[in-house]
């Protein structure tokens, strides 16, 4: 906003002005970029990170810019980008992390102010890394080359000049998870659960579909599978078919990964999934280790439940009135009764009986023309 003065009641009130600052809202802060480094010059590169220490596992978000002020004299140009960013990321990637990088396929200037100075930054690399190991990320000076137009007195000149921007080195600080049974096999970031039945009542035998999904920030695509409880009694659980989708904000990577599974009861009555499913995860914004648990249930049990149980019982019992009786675990498998089966006993088929006799009459019937044949 300009300078301006106005006349209230005969006296002048004048203003300076202002400059107005949009910044993004709070629910995008998280995914903004790394902060803005200090002017260095009025043109300078810049490699920065969107934190200085962080947990193994944890997510940092590298960020490597070219920063132009507005009043710089000389137009710079771009010369064999693509081979020296080959060059440069080979040198700024770190050893022994787990790397999700954003595509920048547009070198589009975005407007900035450093320190009351305008400036065009123009990002040329981004990527989130993930320690694996509690070792410092070491990421050294990098060196990008560009050409301007050579400055000489006189007339204009169309010669040109080579002219390298140096960044500066970094380190991050990787410490290690607090001790717990499960270190270095739990996965790292803020997650909450989102869980799904396709139907909550099914008899026994019938599978119903249940959804485990992990929603937040943090390493999306290694997130391992829930933990299932060993050897359950009143359930078949199937292994999960998994699928996650990422999105990438700025110096984080966010998502969803699912977890889909098959759960089938072997007995009538309730079901707690959180008896059958945890899930043990590291947040880093507390520093404590915390569990995703279902909250929903199955609800077991109908008149299928009841066939197989009448089916299950002795041929000595009393009649329908046995049905009542609690079965066993084993007799709710869809493969009761199957030992008390005699394969030796089929079933006689009239059709296949009759087709059989035809065939062999047709036989008797040529076998007696072939003989009167040869006996002629």
Aim: glycine share 6%.
């Amino acid at each position: 906003m300009a300078p301006f003065a106005i006349t209230v009641n005969g006296e002048t009130i004048k203003s300076e002005g202002a400059v107005l600052i949009v910044r993004p809202s709070a629910a995008a802060a998280a995914a903004s970029p790394a902060p803005l480094p200090p002017a260095d010059g009025a043109a300078f590169l810049s490699l920065r990170a969107s934190r200085s220490t962080i947990y193994t596992g944890e997510g940092v978000g590298l960020t490597l810019s070219f920063f132009v002020a507005d009043n710089y004299p000389y137009v710079l140009n771009f010369t064999a980008l693509d081979r020296q960013l080959q060059t440069i990321i080979k040198k700024i990637r770190p050893a022994n992390v787990w790397e999700e990088n954003r595509p920048i396929n547009d070198l589009r200037p975005i407007a900035v102010v450093i320190n009351g100075r305008k400036f065009r930054e123009i990002q040329l690399y981004q990527s989130v890394f993930y320690p694996l190991a509690a070792r410092t990320l070491t990421i050294p000076a990098v060196t990008l080359s560009l050409t301007r137009p050579r400055p000489v007195i006189g007339p204009p000149s169309p010669q040109t000049e080579t002219v390298a921007f140096a960044s500066k080195p970094l380190a991050v600080t990787v410490r290690g998870l607090p001790p717990h049974p499960l270190r270095g096999q739990v996965a790292v970031g803020s997650f909450h659960l989102n869980e799904q039945l396709d139907r909550q009542r099914v008899k026994v035998g019938e599978s119903v579909r249940y959804s485990f999904t992990i929603e937040g920030v943090g390493n999306i695509a290694t997130l391992p599978a829930p933990t299932e409880s060993p050897a359950p009694t009143n359930v078949d659980l199937f292994p999960p078919k998994e699928r996650h989708t990422i999105r990438h904000g700025g110096n984080q990577v966010s998502g969803q990964k699912t977890f889909t599974y098959f759960v089938v009861p072997r007995q009538n009555g309730r079901i707690q999934l959180a008896d059958h499913f945890q899930w043990i995860f590291f947040d880093p914004q507390s520093s404590r280790y915390d569990t995703l648990r279902p909250r929903l249930w199955v609800e077991a049990g109908g008149a299928k439940a009841a066939a197989i149980a009448d089916a299950s019982a002795p041929a000595s019992g009393t009649g329908v009135g046995d049905e009542a009786a609690p079965a066993s675990p084993s007799g709710m498998s869809l493969y009761t009764g199957i030992e008390s089966l005699d394969s030796t006993q089929q079933p006689v088929s009239i059709p296949v009986l009759i087709r059989a006799i035809a065939n062999v009459l047709i036989v008797l019937m040529l076998l007696g023309m072939i003989f009167v044949f040869f006996k002629k």
